[in-house]
Nanobody, 119 residues
Framework: QVQLRESGPGLVKPSQTLSLTCTVS??????????WSWIRQPPGKGLEWMGA???????IYSPSLKSRTSIFRETSKNQFTLRLSSVTPGDTAWYYC???????????WGQGTQVTVSS
């Protein structure tokens, strides 16, 4: 059973960089051909795909967030990390990591972590 768990600060100040890590257990992030994604949900809004890192280490990003987003992995720890720079209150959301098993099919999710951007 694959499990994902997000970790990181729950409060970030405006203009700072948000960093969240997803720790995966029960499966390897290098296994063909999974993508490991970050998805967020702002209050009262729908889910927004932010980006992903592929099984072979390539990072792909949402065009709307690409300039502020970085996703990388640490295979020895079976973790992947999201960094979102220059955050604003508009980045306040629940942040989830998830495994994409095929196009737009997310079969495993973390429980989510709430991030508030506020001074």
């Amino acid at each position: 059973q694959v499990q994902l768990r997000e970790s990181g600060p729950g409060l970030v100040k405006p203009s700072q960089t948000l960093s969240l890590t997803c720790t995966v257990s029960g499966g390897s992030i290098t296994t063909d051909f999974y993508y490991w994604s970050w998805i967020r949900q702002p209050p009262g809004k729908g889910l927004e795909w932010m980006g992903a890192i592929t099984y072979n280490g390539n990072a792909i990003y949402s065009p709307s967030l690409k300039s502020r987003t970085s996703i990388f992995r640490e295979t020895s720890k079976n973790q992947f990390t999201l960094r979102l720079s220059s955050v604003t209150p508009g980045d306040t959301a629940w942040y989830y990591c998830a495994r994409e098993s095929s196009a737009y099919i997310y079969d495993y999710w973390g429980q989510g972590t709430q991030v508030t951007v506020s001074s």
